[in-house]
């Protein structure tokens, strides 16, 4: 007796929920509703050297991707909007929540300090157009 009640609530479950994901209104546009089209970020510059001559050369990418993307970091894209040349520079020297510092680490690679600072540069042009 037990185990029909159960198999009658699942059941009563599913239909509920496919029903509701077929009918939920959420994603129909409201009528007259003004509709706000934001541009995705897209890659700013992607000819600068700082991003084939630094970026693609630095640690970033294993973690934002070689297209800013990200990976296991966020996307960077648009990251120009969010934070200027100091503060990226400031993010690579000494890191930002769960990201550890990366400017040694690059040094290390063989980049420079100019490398490093083109390369903030390069990040603060990324904006949303
Ligand atoms: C080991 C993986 C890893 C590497 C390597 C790494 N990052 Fe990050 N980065 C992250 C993660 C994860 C976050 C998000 C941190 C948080 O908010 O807790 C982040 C956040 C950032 C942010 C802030 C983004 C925002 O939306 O506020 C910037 C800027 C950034 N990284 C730049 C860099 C640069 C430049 C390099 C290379 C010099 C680099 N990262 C290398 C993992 C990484």
């Known amino acids: 007796m037990y185990k ?12 509920f929920g496919v029903g ?5 209104p959420s994603d129909k546009p409201e009528e007259g509703a003004e509709t706000v089209i934001k541009k995705p970020a897209v ?15 630095s ?4 973690c ?18 969010k934070h200027d040349k100091d ?8 890191g930002v929540g769960t990201m550890g510092a990366q400017y040694d680490a690059n040094i290390a690679q063989g980049l420079t300090d100019a490398d490093m600072n083109a ?8 904006k949303a157009q």
């Open 119 to 126: 390369l903030a540069e390069w990040l603060s042009k990324q």
């Open 43 to 57: 890659l700013v510059a992607e000819s600068d050297p700082a991003n084939k001559n630094v970026y693609q050369k």
């Open 59 to 62: 640690t970033c990418l294993m």
């Open 20 to 24: 509701y994901l077929v009918l939920s």
């Open 87 to 94: 503060a990226i520079m400031k993010i690579i020297k000494e």
């Open 64 to 81: 934002h991707g070689t297209d800013l993307k990200g990976t296991m970091g966020p996307s960077l894209l648009g990251v120009g909007d």
């Open 4 to 15: 029909w009640i159960m198999a009658v609530l699942f059941f009563g479950g599913c239909v």
